[in-house]
């Protein structure tokens, strides 16, 4: 099933013409209207007039997500601020978060690209879909909420946790498609499992649309054979606007959407551009983003453009499933960690030493994390009161600061491992 067969299964040569004519009018504009834009292009020594074939985006300069910091708030935005109508804010390396703003338009093709995920996974009018990303500022729950919505399916907003009351309302609204991360999927099976409820008999599940964080094939194996539930890989970024791009029926890689987002995957040591079918670093560009734009974004995950043909008949370009990412950004319960926003959070601490250690664990289907911190001499005492104290002080800044609970254990001067060559200060233990 198709949302936008035209373009979906376009002939490859017509949809490189299409994004071509998009990269360039994107580019004039950019070159034209936005300083960032000009100088880093004339930096490189290139013009939009250079811009002749697609395969010349090669020549344009990268952006990395410092830059989305070192203008933070709206230094990257290219439209006046009464055109913008939504932002969303997801986790900065350190000190200041990513801002993303959208226009009416922004939100138009973000919808559109859902709308295209959904009705491949067979989603539509008869549907109610329960969402279980957050909504907020995190950009899964509007995003499937709109999407949803644009296929003509009932969207119940449903946010995270409460995951008994997710179970009862599943049950009694007939839901038969749900958007969670694949870590909160397995949550629910485990508590349907203690309240009784089978999935297969009690509900009327088929669909499970899971991303925002890496899950391999055997995770999928585990839900599918468990619950008879048929789970799909969504795929997006804040950034790129969010949860977009999902996996078709046939289950080899996620479509992208060519005339929303021009792929490249690259070595992320050496940046030259990988063939098809090498392993590197996505690099992306938005061809139809308005308030915020994205050209040759290095976005940090891991993975392979596929291109043999789909024998569902879709011709846009496949990513393989994302399995890993080329920074140490870590999500921990679907939300993106970085080791450096905790560093920067225990620095501001009078009271700690400049050693720590970051252990992540899953246990059942949930994430831990726990941060050992070394105190300065002058402030490690036998005052257990005091001592409890502080570790509560440091707990409430960490989760203040990354939005999710943390362990924290506070250990002696010269206790925790010292490093002669790089640090290795997180310790992940999850099999995925
Ligand atoms: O996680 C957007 C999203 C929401 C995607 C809901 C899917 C569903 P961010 O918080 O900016 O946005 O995190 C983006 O999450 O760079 C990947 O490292 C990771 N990620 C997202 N989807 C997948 C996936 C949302 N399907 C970061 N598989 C990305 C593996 C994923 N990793």
């Known amino acids: 099933m198709f949302w936008n067969e035209k373009i979906e299964c376009m002939?490859?040569?017509e949809l490189k013409k299409l994004q071509y004519?998009?990269?360039?009018?994107?580019?004039?504009k950019?070159?034209?209207n936005n300083q960032f834009y000009h100088d880093r292009m004339e930096a490189k020594g290139v013009k939009p007039e250079d811009i002749k074939c697609l395969e010349d985006i090669s020549k344009l300069p990268f952006m990395?997500?410092?830059d989305l910091r070192d203008y933070y708030p709206t230094k990257l935005f290219t439209v006046p601020n009464n055109q913008v109508v939504r932002y969303h804010v997801s986790s900065g390396t350190t000190g200041k978060p990513t801002l993303v703003g959208y226009t009416e338009g922004d939100i138009g093709y973000w919808s559109e690209a859902l709308a295209r995920s959904l009705t491949s996974a067979g989603?539509?009018?008869d549907d109610v879909l329960q969402v279980c990303y957050g909504y907020g500022l995190f950009t899964g729950g509007l995003g499937l909420h709109y999407g949803g919505e644009k296929v003509g399916a009932t969207v119940l907003p449903a946010s995270t946790g409460n995951s008994e009351r997710q179970i009862e309302l599943m049950m009694d609204l007939g839901v038969t498609a749900i958007a969670c991360t694949p870590s909160y999927f397995i949550h629910l099976m485990g508590v349907a499992k203690k309240m009784g409820v089978d999935f297969r008999k009690d509900t009327k599940l088929r669909v499970a649309i899971l991303g925002a964080e890496p899950w391999s094939e055997s995770m999928k194996k585990k839900i599918?054979?468990?619950?008879?539930?048929?789970?799909?890989d969504i795929y997006g970024t804040s950034e790129q606007a969010g949860p977009m791009f999902s996996d078709c029926p046939c289950h080899n890689g996620i479509h992208i959407a060519a005339d929303i987002m021009y792929v490249e995957v690259i070595d992320p040591e050496t940046e030259e551009i990988l063939p098809p079918g090498e392993k590197g670093e996505l690099v992306v560009t938005m061809l139809q983003k308005e308030a915020f734009p994205l050209v040759?974004?290095?976005i940090k995950d891991m993975t392979r453009i596929l291109t043999d043909p789909c024998p569902c008949g879709r011709t846009s370009p496949r990513i393989e499933r994302i399995t890993g990412r080329s920074d140490d950004m870590l999500i921990v319960r679907g939300i993106n960690v970085f080791p450096s926003q905790i560093e920067y959070t225990l620095m501001q601490i009078p009271e700690v030493g400049?050693?720590?250690?970051?252990?992540v664990t899953r246990e059942g289907a949930l994430d831990n994390m726990k941060i050992q911190v070394e105190l300065k001499p002058e402030a490690f005492s036998d005052n257990m009161e005091n001592m409890l104290k502080l570790r509560s002080r440091i707990e409430s800044a960490l989760k203040k600061y990354l939005n999710i609970a943390v362990v924290v254990e506070l250990k002696e001067p010269g206790e925790l491992p010292r490093f002669e060559g790089k640090a290795k200060r997180v310790i992940d233990n999850r099999v995925i």
């Open 123 to 125: 989603i539509g009018p």
């Open 30 to 32: 950019l070159y034209n």
């Open 11 to 13: 002939p490859q040569e």
């Open 64 to 66: 990395f997500k410092q």
């Open 224 to 232: 599918e054979d468990e619950t008879g539930v048929e789970a799909f």
């Open 21 to 28: 004519d998009e990269l360039k009018t994107l580019i004039e």
């Open 296 to 298: 040759r974004y290095r």
């Open 354 to 359: 400049d050693q720590y250690m970051i252990y």
